[in-house]
């Protein structure tokens, strides 16, 4: 946006432009008050002498409040809404005044979301609404910042439209996102590793990259958006034990992979103390931030500990390149780099000992040596085995070198029992012809055991190839269903249970988006396992076809050529199979204003929705006519048109969930299944699920699953 600064009673002013700026910085328009004595308060402070902020000199310290002022002037055509950015503190309380008209609000990282109308990120954003220009009236803004966690608050004025801040945030999660997903993937590697061999390397390596992700997911305000809104301090706690409990893990971690204690002895004195050293502070700060929560004290700490990791680890590192340690290049070369772009960092936030820092490179060394740890943890782990290998193999030879002696020691033994067996049977011919009788007879049975051991491995194989052909069309099977990505962009909030009985389904759920419009589909095919996964893909086919090609939209124009499509591609009045499936349809065009307008079309199959703001569940019916096999002429799918408001929760679903039945043969019934429904439909769609599995798992206990089960659920917004 374009400025003007000019004064009005000596105050400076802001004038707010129509123009394509998405983001002001306001750090010349801003005037800023020290309140050593942490009693000024409003509208007391508006006869208090302020500075420019440019101006102000010193440092801000953790034991004064801050104030800040600001006069906004709109020259805007129409009212807009911004987000005031004003920076990072505990505790922010903030007065809009504009004319007679005062708007307080609450901002900050100590205050719960709940208080907070802005709510992403950890720091101060509050929104502003700027009147059109016809009102000439301006907007004066009051701040007061006070920081609780012993470190000064970072004042830093800056006004976003609505939708470059969504936007930064959207790019945030992006990367985040990504960031954080590639540590859970080598997390989840790393643990798999440890339960299959039982290396602690392996579970060292995985807290690490816990820890690692808890850090970043907290200090970049993720953690609080989707878990911890309501606990604000458990949130700054987070991050500082975390940190914390990483350095404790990649100690323990260089300790294990490198094998100090038996090539590098001094060095592994060095980082078994230094991991004691964690541990206390660990201790420590636990019990210091529960009772003073001075997160400052404790983070120059984390600095020091921290200068440890940096300086020491890359001699560390090479100490161990020197030893030629097989197997350590990698890991070393993760080491050494991370070390580097930490440093660097370091070397960027060690004088800032405010509340805010830039930790990019962390996370690009962080990424970067996850990775190369992964890889050497392999390496290391090919080694291993090629020494067990190697261990084997030579206690095969040896082994096969004693048997060997001992066979010859059993032959001579064997002869001079024959010699004397020679004897004997001159004196017993019967006994030796029962001998052979008996010979003849286990002959038999070992032949008959050759046989039956033949026919099992051929049964196996035969076992082995058809796991792998179902494996494969479970790949398949999945390859065709929606993507959750996919799913969150068309539906926003919902969730899924989606539990096959066998390892492929016969229930699919089918979603497009064609010229505007969305369609969503929920499938029961006839059958579950492979020949109900058959029918999925023909189904998921033929309604592809139908709606993308032949550019059908109707529901019921769609479910009546997906009747003759299956009747004829089955060949059903030749073969008189009675394959098909039961279905609902759903068209709505996304983007129309609200209430939206759906059409609905069920074959054999019901929608159920709850309007917001009450538990009544009702439920609209489709056509009684399936889609295959053979139908009543006299029955015909017809459209449905339907309007619901805002936040309306639809469910759609196949029959398994109410069919479930437990050890006693008794079903959960569409009637407890809409019980459920009704009571939980105000809640988040994911606490929703969370009653929904608890009653199918609690029902069910240890009877098998009756048939393929899917519920689908979405609020619309």
């Not at 011919?429 to 009788?437: A, C, D, H, L, S």
């Not at 494969?472 to 969730?495: K, M």
Request: charged share 20%; with cysteine; net charge positive.
């Amino acid at each position: 946006m374009i400025l003007v600064s000019f004064f009005c009673h000596a105050q400076r002013t802001y004038t707010v432009n129509n123009s394509s700026q998405a983001i002001q910085l306001l750090h010349n328009y801003l005037e800023i008050l020290e309140d050593t004595t942490n009693q000024l308060t409003y509208p007391e402070v508006q006869h208090k002498p302020f500075v420019l902020f440019n101006k102000f000199g010193a440092k801000t310290k953790a034991r004064y409040s801050y104030w800040g002022r600001i006069t906004l002037q709109s020259q805007l055509n129409q009212d807009q809404k911004f987000v005031f950015y004003l920076g990072s503190a505990n505790v922010g309380d903030v007065y809009i005044k504009t004319g007679s008209q005062l708007i307080k609000e609450k901002t900050g990282r100590l205050i719960p979301f709940s208080q907070k109308k802005i709510k992403q990120g950890r720091n101060a954003p509050v929104p502003v609404l700027l009147y059109k220009k016809a009102n000439k009236q301006p907007t004066t803004i009051y701040f007061r910042f006070k920081n609780l966690d012993d470190r000064p608050p970072l004042i830093d004025p800056k006004l976003y439209t609505v939708k470059a801040w969504y936007t930064k945030f959207k790019t945030r999660n992006l990367l985040l996102g990504g960031f954080n997903a590639l540590l859970w993937t080598l997390l989840l590697y790393q643990i798999s590793l440890f339960f299959l061999t039982k290396y602690r390397v392996y579970l060292y390596a995985s807290l690490y990259l816990f820890f690692t992700s808890i850090n970043n997911l907290s200090t970049s305000g993720i953690l609080p958006e989707f878990l911890l809104g309501e606990y604000p301090r458990i949130n700054e706690a987070t991050w500082l034990l975390a940190w914390t409990s990483l350095g404790i893990f990649h100690m323990a971690l260089c300790r294990s992979f490198a094998r100090t204690y038996l090539y590098l002895k001094t060095w592994d004195f060095i980082l078994k103390w230094f991991m004691r050293l964690l541990v206390a502070s660990l201790i420590v700060a636990s019990i210091g931030i529960a009772l003073t929560f001075r997160i400052g004290l404790f983070q120059q700490v984390n600095f020091v500990t921290g200068l440890f990791m940096i300086v020491f680890l890359p001699f560390f590192a090479v100490a161990v390149m020197l030893k030629k340690i097989k197997g350590t290049l990698l890991f070393n070369i993760g080491v050494i780099q991370t070390s580097v772009l930490i440093a660097i960092s370091y070397s960027r936030s060690i004088l800032n000992t405010t509340s805010i820092s830039d930790s990019r490179l962390d996370l690009i060394g962080v990424a970067i040596q996850g990775i190369l740890f992964t890889i050497a943890l392999a390496q290391r782990l090919k080694l291993v085995e090629e020494e067990k290998d190697a261990t084997q193999a030579s206690q095969a030879t040896l082994i096969a070198q004693q048997n060997e002696t001992l066979e010859t020691k059993v032959k001579e033994r064997t002869k001079e029992l024959e010699e004397k067996n020679e004897e004997i049977q001159i004196y017993h011919y019967g006994i030796v012809m029962q001998n052979e009788w008996l010979q003849s007879q286990q002959e038999e049975i070992k032949r008959q055991q050759e046989s039956l051991n033949q026919k099992n491995k051929y049964l196996l194989e035969q076992n082995r190839l058809i796991s792998q052909s179902i494996e494969v069309a479970q790949t398949i099977q999945s390859a065709i269903l929606p993507d959750t990505q996919f799913l969150e962009q068309v539906l926003g909030e919902y969730f899924m249970i989606y539990r096959p009985k066998d390892v492929v389904s016969g229930d699919f759920y089918w979603l497009q988006q064609a010229d505007s419009k969305v369609f969503l589909a929920i499938v029961d095919c006839t059958g579950h396992g492979v020949p109900g996964a058959f029918m999925s893909m023909i189904g998921n086919t033929l309604l592809s076809q139908i709606i993308q090609v032949q550019e059908v939209h109707s529901p019921a124009e769609i479910l009546n050529r997906l009747h003759k499509e299956i009747t004829t591609t089955l060949q059903q009045e030749e073969t008189h199979n009675i394959y098909g499936m039961e279905m609902v349809l759903l068209v709505w065009e996304p983007d129309t204003t609200l209430p939206k307008e759906f059409v609905f079309c069920g074959a054999k199959s019901h929608l159920m929705y709850v309007l917001p703001d009450t538990t009544e569940l009702r439920v609209i019916k489709g056509d009684r006519r399936g889609i295959g096999g053979y139908q009543p002429q006299n029955v015909f799918f017809s459209d449905q048109p339907l309007e619901f408001p805002n936040q309306t929760m639809i469910y759609l679903g196949s029959d398994g969930f109410k069919d479930q039945n437990d050890p006693q043969r008794k079903k959960i019934g569409q009637e407890k299944l809409e019980e459920v429904l009704s009571k939980t439909a105000h809640l988040p769609v994911k606490d929703q699920k969370q009653h929904l599995e608890h009653l199918l798992n609690t029902h069910q206990q240890s009877a098998l699953q009756r048939d393929d089960i899917m519920l689908l659920g979405f609020r619309i917004s």
